[in-house]
């Protein structure tokens, strides 16, 4: 950020400039603002994008509601001549556009308006259930580039990453990350996976090389995260960088960081583009930070790692018919910005004794380690898990100096495997759906809100049905019985008796999750705001629709799942503080410049004044990084602080009007420099209501 308006010395005097209420009250929204010539665009209103006078919160404009939107993040774009400006987002699965003047849809983008997500991934379109993403995606020219949150149950859509045309609407090119026949990568699969397997995809953020024309995504676990017996081999592209050549989408380099991933250990923040000093050389650089704790650093036009990444032997599996790497690679430097391994010795000195106790036992009963695959004989923990390390905006840079900043949580995951019944395999008669494990439900009609939808199409079985059909459960008290993720799959798949609803879109199935709720899940984590999501953001796991096997796969005799929503947490904060933290990193030197905790749990009185971090809530927030040495954070306990870039000392904090998830903005209008910060809903009261926060230096008189 090269606003110099902001310092170290007056960032004491910042303040609330202006506010907007979301008349919708925020339903759902973590919004990352974005601000050109003045104006600041949101979402609100539940679903409209809104557009706002960026110097006094003034509405100017408002779009209509559009089902399904993005709840983080748009896109703006603009012709050389600057006469077509448009926003453009993904909605109900599809691409489409607005005029950033007025905020009335380009009708000549894609087919009259839109272009499905769900076409142009190489299967057939109704069997992708999700098909868009979770974060906004990147601009480069006048191209888009696209990943998706297909979701990360059995036979999730595929995630090829991809180009469209922000002038056309119209698919540029699709990468296959899980690989086609012929393709790089293929023989790293079964033969016939890359008709079934899912994931691999990036539903973070997207980072454009614009000088070397180089577009990178950090790609994820493929499906089912926890099992891989269908998917026997190393899985590529899965959990690795992937660079390239933004034009054409052709493979420049890649690097895997876990092979046949078996944690869901995505790689989702932000790959940093940094210049550094090494050896006597300036090399241009990228750094991923991995939810392994790992920062991975390589040249970024080679792919060559600037220090060593060495492969280690790890322990095997025992679980029957999987597979698992017998070395997986490990970052010779710079250091982890997360703890590694769990012992007796790291139970949260805050717990009483009987609650310690209680832990001291477990983890000697359990195995330990990044890489111990997992088991359905013992407990497995690793740390930072799988909510943990660096997720989705947890990365920051001073690009010019080579300096990173990396915010994590250590959130360890205690998982063991539950064994369940084989999936179907499709059969030659019937192509459709007999031999599959639900019927389909016909339809929803997509004007329904949530309630209705409830009242209509589930308290048929749920409520009027239940005395005479048998095995209807009642869905009274359903959220504390299952997660968000086994919700979505139940419901889009079906189970038993009760019909798919494939038709069902993710915002949705996440409000009928939140109507059937009003009880805990995960440990007193509220349902809706806070509750654990891995894998996709909020508003984009779950749900898929393919549902057999295709003809001729041979599937593995039983499927397993996970417990505990698949994170393995019950409560977050069994081990010793700090529980969320940010590093600063010198990429010069390959070393750590300062490690600090982030936040302050407020139930925890600190020891000698040391901060503790967030055990609840993941760091999903983002920083600020200044050219006047300020980096920005805001935390999980509600509160905006200023960190000294130089040696991780809190400058300034403030609480928060009310909590915020999501990414802060900086800009400048008319010279003077402002903050913008989404405040969510949520349980927690505020000061002000959810919406838009804007704080400034006070006016000069
Ligand atoms: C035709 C009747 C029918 C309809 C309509 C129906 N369900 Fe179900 N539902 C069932 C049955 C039967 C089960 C038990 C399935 C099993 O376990 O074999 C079930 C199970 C569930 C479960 C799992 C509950 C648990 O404790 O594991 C959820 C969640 C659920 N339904 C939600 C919904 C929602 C949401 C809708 C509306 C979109 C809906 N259902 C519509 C019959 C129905």
């Known amino acids: ?130 098909a868009q993403n979770t974060a906004p995606g990147a601009i480069y020219d006048d191209l888009i580039f696209l990943g998706s949150s297909p979701g990360e149950g059995y036979f999730s859509g595929p995630g090829h990453v991809r180009a469209y045309s922000v002038v056309t609407g119209k698919l540029v090119w699709v990468f296959h990350t899980i690989p086609h026949p012929g393709e790089y990568g293929y023989e790293t699969w079964p033969k016939d996976a890359y008709k079934y397997a899912g994931g691999v995809n990036t539903w973070g953020e997207i980072t454009v090389d614009e000088k070397n024309g180089i577009v990178y995504f950090p790609l994820g676990a493929p499906t089912f995260d926890y099992y891989g017996a269908d998917r026997v081999g190393d899985d590529l592209y899965d959990e690795s960088i992937l660079a390239l050549d933004a034009r054409t989408g052709k493979r420049i380099w890649h690097f895997q960081t876990v092979h046949h991933g078996l944690w869901d250990y995505d790689l989702t923040s932000a790959p940093e583009l940094i210049t550094i000093q090494h050896e006597g050389k300036t090399i241009p650089a990228v750094a991923v930070a991995g939810k392994v704790g790992f920062l991975y650093v390589f040249n970024r036009l080679t792919g060559e790692p600037v220090w060593p990444i060495v492969e280690r032997e790890v322990p095997p599996s025992d679980v029957p018919q999987e597979w698992a790497s017998r070395t997986q690679p490990f970052p010779t430097a710079p250091p982890p910005f997360t703890r590694h391994t769990v012992t007796t010795n790291d139970i949260n000195p805050y717990y009483p004794p009987e609650k310690r106790e209680e832990w001291v036992k477990r983890v000697a009963a359990a195995k330990t380690g990044l890489f111990q695959p997992l088991s359905d004989k013992y407990e497995v923990i690793s740390l930072p898990g799988a909510v943990g390390g660096a997720n989705r905006g947890c990365t920051a ?154 003809e001729g796969v041979v599937p593995p005799t039983n499927t397993y799942k996970v417990g505990l929503g698949g994170y393995g947490m019950e409560t977050r904060d069994w081990i010793s503080p700090p529980w969320s933290t940010i590093t600063a990193y010198d ?115």
């Open 587 to 701: 990429l010069n030197k390959g070393t750590i410049k300062w490690h600090v905790a982030l936040g302050q749990d407020p139930k925890v009185v600190p020891v000698d004044g040391k901060m503790t971090g967030m055990p609840d809530g993941e760091q999903r927030r983002s920083m600020i990084v200044t050219s006047t040495g300020i980096v920005f954070a805001t935390c999980a306990d509600g509160k905006l602080y200023a960190y000294d870039a130089e040696d991780g000392k809190v400058i300034w904090s403030t609480k928060l009007p009310r909590n915020t998830e999501g990414l802060p903005a900086m800009y400048e209008v008319n010279g003077r420099a402002y903050i913008a910060i989404c405040l969510v809903a949520g349980r927690t009261p505020g000061t002000l209501p959810p919406g838009y926060v804007v704080y400034g230096l006070p006016e000069k008189k």
């Open 1 to 130: 950020m090269d606003l110099k308006q902001i310092t170290k010395d007056n960032v004491k005097q910042l303040e609330i400039i202006w506010n907007y209420a979301d008349p919708d009250g925020g339903r759902g929204i973590f919004f990352n603002p974005i601000v050109v010539d003045g104006v600041m665009y949101v979402v609100a209103k539940g679903g409209a994008i809104v557009a706002l006078d960026a110097a006094t919160g003034k509405e100017i404009w408002s779009s209509r509601v559009f089902q399904g939107i993005i709840r983080t993040g748009i896109n703006y774009w603009e012709s050389k001549d600057k006469k077509d400006r448009r926003l453009i987002f993904c909605a109900n699965q599809m691409l489409q556009a607005l005029d950033a003047n007025t905020g009335l849809s380009i009708t000549n983008f894609g087919d009259n308006g839109t272009t499905s997500l769900k076409e142009g991934l190489g299967r057939d379109p109704g069997t992708i259930g999700r």
């Open 397 to 550: 840079a001073d690009p010019d100096h080579g300096i990173v900043y990396v915010t994590a949580n250590e959130m360890p995951s205690v998982w063991k495997l539950i064994k369940g019944p084989p999936l179907p395999v499709q059969s030659s008669s019937n192509h459709s759906s007999t031999n599959l494990a639900a019927p389909l439900a016909p339809p929803v009609n997509p004007n329904l809100s949530a309630k209705e939808i409830r009242d209509q199409a589930c308290y048929v079985c749920h409520v009027k049905l239940r005395a005479s059909m048998p095995n209807v459960p009642d869905l009274t008290n359903v959220v504390a019985r299952i997660s968000l993720a086994e919700f979505e799959t139940t419901v889009s798949l079906g189970k038993g008796l009760m019909p798919a609803f494939s038709s069902l879109d993710e915002n949705t199935l996440s409000e009928l999750y939140a109507l059937l709720g009003g009880t805990n899940i995960l440990g007193g984590i509220p349902v809706g705001h806070e509750a654990p999501q891995v894998g996709s953001f909020r508003s984009g796991r779950g749900g898929n629709v393919m549902r057999a096997y295709p």
